[in-house]
């Protein structure tokens, strides 16, 4: 990584210096707006987006209710083991922000003091998003999405190499995937139990929803009432 940080002409650096030179040409109001997007924004969003998908999932009913939701709480726990995992790598390599050995570069946010190499926000923004894409595709390719264009505000604000952006989307990737198998093994029996219950019962399914399947269940309330209704007519 120090061979990275010391060669101007390595395409990594290169391509730093041609983003975040974009923040260069820009006007003042559209670098403090990339700068909240990249550092707030984006997140804010990839957690709304999430209780959007939850809503969704709720209000829709279905079998699969519970394995979604539990798609869903995988998510931001994923998010959290990848950062986890990223503490000890940062300590490991050890790379310095590129602003540390490269002139030039328009740092928008100040106060970074870390390490680089893998940045936070890319691995917990792709782990959101690949974790939104296990539980609903057309929701987790919007989280891809956001992931990507966080990614991208990191080196547009100089304050990481591309690769660091990279090393977070794998490591991200590589936590919601690889863990998914065991986290829904786990939570999926957790979140059926969960819908059986009368008072937390709405975390999974809406009201409606719920009425919706028990009308159709043989042997439920709703079922029986209405075929009394039928043999009475």
């Known amino acids: 990584m120090a061979v990275l940080a010391e060669s ?36 804010v969003a990839m957690v709304l987006l999430v209780l959007w998908c939850w809503w969704s999932v709720r209000r829709r009913g279905g079998e699969e209710a519970a394995s979604s939701v539990s ?9 959290g083991i990848a950062v986890l995992v990223n503490v000890p790598i940062r300590g490991f390599v050890e790379r310095p ?15 970074k003091t870390d ?5 936070d926000h890319a691995t917990i923004t792709m782990a959101l998003g690949v974790g939104l894409f ?29 690769t660091d952006v990279v090393g977070g989307f794998a490591l991200g990737t590589a936590v919601a995937l690889l863990l998914s198998p065991l986290a829904m093994a786990l939570l999926t029996p957790l979140m059926k139990a ?3 219950s009368p008072r937390a ?24 009432k209405s075929q009394e209704r039928d043999l009475a007519a």
Do not use: T
Request: net charge neutral.
């Open 134 to 162: 296990v539980a609903n595709r057309r929701f987790g390719l919007a989280g891809i999405g956001l992931a990507l264009l966080e990614g991208f505000c990191r080196v547009y604000m100089g304050v990481h190499y591309p």
């Open 8 to 43: 101007g002409s390595n395409p990594d650096v290169e391509l730093l210096y041609d983003i975040n030179g974009l923040a260069k040409d820009a006007p003042h109001w559209f670098d403090r707006a990339m700068e909240f997007v990249g550092e707030y924004g984006l997140l």
């Open 71 to 79: 798609a869903l709480v995988w998510a931001p726990l994923a998010a």
């Open 97 to 111: 922000r590129p602003f540390v050995d490269h002139r030039g570069l328009d740092v928008l946010v100040s106060g």
């Open 201 to 224: 019962g709405w975390i999974v399914r809406s009201r409606s929803a719920g009425e919706q399947r028990n009308a159709l269940l043989p042997g439920s309330r709703d079922s029986l």
């Open 194 to 196: 969960v819908e059986r």
């Open 115 to 119: 390490f680089s190499f893998v940045s």
